[in-house]
């Protein structure tokens, strides 16, 4: 059904098989980040990793970003390589563990951060759900770090966010600021597919991997796109 090996074992572990009738419900569904909270804390969740992680919540399988506030459910797969995203260094991500949506958040911006002797520096909400580090002696992400406090860097839950950092000369042990937060406009990339018990967002990215079969009497003729 997929082209790329661990997508086609993602969608048949929540029962997307070869053979099984879909429906796309829509196109360029806008996505959010949001607040969840699970055995360990509560967390900040990127627009990407909301997308990707997949639910099972009384017997049906449905995206994380696709709960409202207060539902919630168990993690059932990923949709992303290698199993990832994973939040934290325990990675709270993983098959079987709890996740309660607290709510959506406002629309996606991008953090401005300043360190002593660097020049200001800009970086997706996503990245920053993945740098990890001390405020007001508490541990949590920079994406929920607040503006003007003091943010101890520690470490990184995603080996692109510490090259990223390290490139930029930042590392951990340094103190940090964060500036201010800049609105950012994000495309309406996702599709929404349903199944038999199964409702879940693919990125365009994805979707282009997964090819269908129109009908099960020809897929060739063109009768039923007229």
Same mark, same amino acid.
Request: net charge positive; with cysteine.
């Given at each position: 059904m997929a082209t790329l090996p661990w997508l086609d074992a993602a969608l048949a572990a929540i029962g997307l098989n070869a053979g099984t009738r879909v429906t796309k419900v829509c196109d360029d569904l806008p996505v959010r980040s949001a607040l969840v909270e699970t055995g360990t804390g509560r967390y900040v969740v990127s627009r990407?990793?909301?997308?990707?992680?997949?639910?099972?919540?009384?017997?049906?399988?449905?995206?994380?970003?696709?709960?409202? +506030? =207060?539902?919630?459910?168990?993690?059932?797969?990923? /949709?992303? $390589?290698?199993? !990832?995203? #994973? *939040?934290?260094?325990?990675?709270?991500?993983? +098959? =079987?563990?709890?996740?309660?949506?607290?709510?959506? /958040?406002? $629309?996606?911006? !991008?953090? #401005? *951060?300043?360190?002593?002797?660097?020049?200001?520096?800009?970086?997706?909400?996503?990245?920053?759900?993945?740098?990890?580090?001390?405020?007001?002696?508490?541990?949590?992400?920079?994406?929920?770090?607040?503006?003007?406090?003091?943010?101890v860097l520690r470490r990184f839950s995603a080996p692109e966010a510490k090259t990223r950092f390290s490139a930029a000369g930042i590392h951990p042990g340094m103190q940090l600021f964060l500036a201010h937060l800049t609105p950012s406009d994000v495309p309406h990339d996702a599709i929404c597919v349903k199944g038999p018990e199964q409702q879940i967002l693919l990125p365009r990215r994805l979707a282009g991997h997964v090819y269908l079969r129109l009908c099960d009497v020809c897929w060739s003729c063109g009768a039923c796109m007229a």
């Open positions: 990407q990793t909301a997308e990707a992680v997949v639910l099972e919540q009384n017997g049906s399988d449905i995206s994380l970003c696709l709960l409202g +506030p =207060g539902q919630s459910g168990r993690v059932a797969a990923t /949709l992303s $390589p290698g199993n !990832r995203p #994973t *939040i934290g260094k325990d990675q709270i991500f993983h +098959p =079987g563990a709890q996740v309660k949506k607290i709510r959506d /958040l406002p $629309p996606e911006v !991008r953090y #401005t *951060i300043r360190a002593p002797n660097l020049a200001a520096w800009t970086v997706s909400l996503n990245t920053a759900t993945h740098v990890w580090g001390e405020s007001d002696r508490r541990n949590l992400q920079l994406a929920a770090a607040l503006v003007g406090k003091p943010f």
